[in-house]
């Protein structure tokens, strides 16, 4: 491998994508879109706000979408005050309706809503303080059990890994993409506390390159060996015997384990089969979605394709007038998958009976 | 499929990547590190231009790559006067070694070589005179030939394929890579001309986006239905159904059949035998090297990381000090290849016979 420079990692916290600053009343993001090269953090007071966030990427991965959507429907009650109380449902429908539609394919984002749509629910009748003081509440023990959701799919991934094995891991389903650990990436921390030695490549994941800009960038600061790779040398570094597993996140699972991921998921999935390699999906038990019979019924977001043809260069790179066809995510056909990784276990085929006897 | 934008193709007439100029004595080359943005042509004569235009892949493509190679050689000729009449031999052993070292992949490269050491050898004795004009009738005529070699590789290619079909490209094996209408690409510009009425997808392929700035600008320009895609969306786009056919070209096949091309070509084949579909290598015979047993015989070109993290970018997109892996090229095993599209016939397995009997 050429091009190893040996930086000295940092070995710093971990990164904190979504937070909420209860001096300010402000929800606090990592802008993910200026990373690698800066660490900026937005502050933000306004629903709409937040779906600009979402929409545009500045905060993404499916349990960290999920965590800024119930924050971001609490900020547009936030402010209300007792003379506002017969408003409050139409403000709170508001903005769920203009964070549910900013991401169609991770279910999360739909989670956290419903859940935050129960609780106001649930409060109805009180007065407008203890509404928002039971919105801020739930918003914040959405967060506080992403954070443990991790802790736990790191520890029932890390029980299907070997020291020093390599690991290959496409996009970014880590620090970045939750409010703790991440998902996929969970079992690397821990693993690595704890002295496994794992040599990762990361998929650099076009046309957003989350695996060159995030992963790389939070793996390395960690002080995990991490390799950058272009998305077409998975099957090369594959065949050469360098991968042992392979871990990816989800942004949606069907009820009969399709699931849904960042585009380029179900190849490296083929890939990964054909060279005899387990392939893990991790996702948090939020992430299944059995109204979803298969990979079929999940919608699959489309985006411009500019992000394909201009996007990070310098120089346009695509000719003039040429289409380009920008798919966000893709199905992965639950054949494909050794097991699914949960906060309350690990699934293993047939999914269907596993999923449904999570439910149970 | 979004952002189409009607813009009207040229149907100019087709680029020439690569072609000498009688008047002047110089080797003419597409710029193609300026495409699609600008249309440029270098005008060399030197070996040592020659090679520094095919490292840096001003140049490429293996027949093209071969091309210039010959004319690279005869360039260290072609000023000697009747009193170098002895040094003749070094000056070309000089160019010849120079020209070798430039890219070790492509075999093309060494056949053209050697069959200009060959019309040297056999002008053996001759004025100097003489041996220059031989030696540029030999580059002229490997020249010719290979744009001979794309015609008959697109009339055997054509007949595999059937009318309106979803075709997708891997790299650039077009006009740009050979000095005729390419490899992989020759059937599709012949099919377009009767009418075929193709709609191609080509894969940008990274890290140096071939595919976006090459394959879709001449299929465009020729007015040939092109729609890019992220080197991962293959899976996606091949699962919705409209793929009928993987075209690609090759820059080495070993003796077994076993192919190496860009980066990225094995990982297309193991998607198109997973969703069945047929999947064809394009190889002017000179690609053939027997002397490679099988695909692990083939040297893979390792080019600088820099061309992941850094290349066309506005700003550095990996983070700093995080290495970066980047093969030039993989290889396809034979089994993953439903035939080799040469300009002598259609090689089906098994090929070690099929190869074997190419040369009796």
Known sequence: ??????????????????????ETGELVLLDQTALPGEVRYLRLSEPSQVREAIYELKVRGAPAIGVAAAYGVYLGVSRLSARDALSIERVFEEARGLLQSSRPTAVNLTWALDRMARRLSAEKGGSVEQIRAALKQEADAI????????????????????????????????????AGWGTALAPLYLGTERGYGFKV????????????????????????????????????????????????????????????????????????????????????????????????????????????????????????GVKAFNPAFDVTDHELVSAIVTERGVIRPPYDQGIRQLFE
């Open 1 to 22: 491998v050429q091009g190893v420079k040996d930086a000295k990692p940092n070995h710093s916290p971990r990164a904190v994508a979504v937070r909420f600053d209860d």
């Open 143 to 178: 967060r506080a059990e992403d954070e443990e959701v991790c802790r736990r799919i790191g520890e029932n991934g890390l029980a299907l890994l070997g020291r020093n094995w390599g690991i290959l891991t496409h996009c970014n389903a880590g620090a970045l993409a939750t």
């Open 201 to 320: 490549f990361a998929d650099e994941t076009r046309p957003l390159l989350q695996g060159v800009r995030l992963t790389a960038w939070e793996l390395h600061v960690a002080g995990i060996d991490v390799t950058i790779i272009c998305d077409n040398m998975a099957s090369h570094v594959m065949r050469q015997g360098w991968v042992q597993a392979v871990l990816v996140g989800c942004d949606r699972v069907a009820a009969n384990g399709d699931t849904a991921n960042k585009i380029g998921t179900s190849g490296v999935a083929i890939l990964a089969k054909h060279y005899g390699i387990p392939f893990y999906v991790h996702a948090p038990v939020s992430t299944i979605d059995r109204a979803c019979a298969t990979g079929r019924d999940i919608p699959i977001e489309e985006r411009p394709p500019e992000e394909i043809t201009e996007k990070w260069y310098a120089r346009r790179m695509a000719p003039e």
